[in-house]
């Protein structure tokens, strides 16, 4: 729910739904991620880097805070790709 809070906290409800939206296009692709050994706890790490930015009001901290784990996102699926071939690409329902 994490990112749900983060999408209600926006107040653009234009913004959340696009959001939503691209999330739900491309879950399975960001589910593939969670192959990696240790991502879940790396990601939670992640998350509260952007809350404690968000809590502080460092608009500038916690957007960058939010960049990084959307990187680091793409770079752990993108390193299961060669790994795992076509297992790392989970079918798109």
Do not use: C, W
């Not at 409800?13 to 739900?24: C, G, H, M, N, P």
């Not at 991502?39 to 960049?67: F, P, T």
């Amino acid at each position: 729910m994490f990112h749900d809070a983060i999408y209600i906290g926006t107040h653009n409800t234009y913004l959340a739904e696009l959001t939503l939206t691209v999330r739900k296009r491309l879950a399975p692709f960001r589910r593939a991620q969670f192959f990696g050994t240790g991502r879940i706890v790396s990601s939670q790490v992640e998350h509260g880097k952007v809350v404690d930015a968000i809590r502080r009001g460092a608009e500038e901290e916690a957007a960058e805070a939010m960049r990084a784990h959307i990187r680091v996102v793409r770079e752990a699926y993108e390193t299961l790709v060669p790994e795992f071939g076509t297992m790392a690409m989970p079918p798109v329902a």
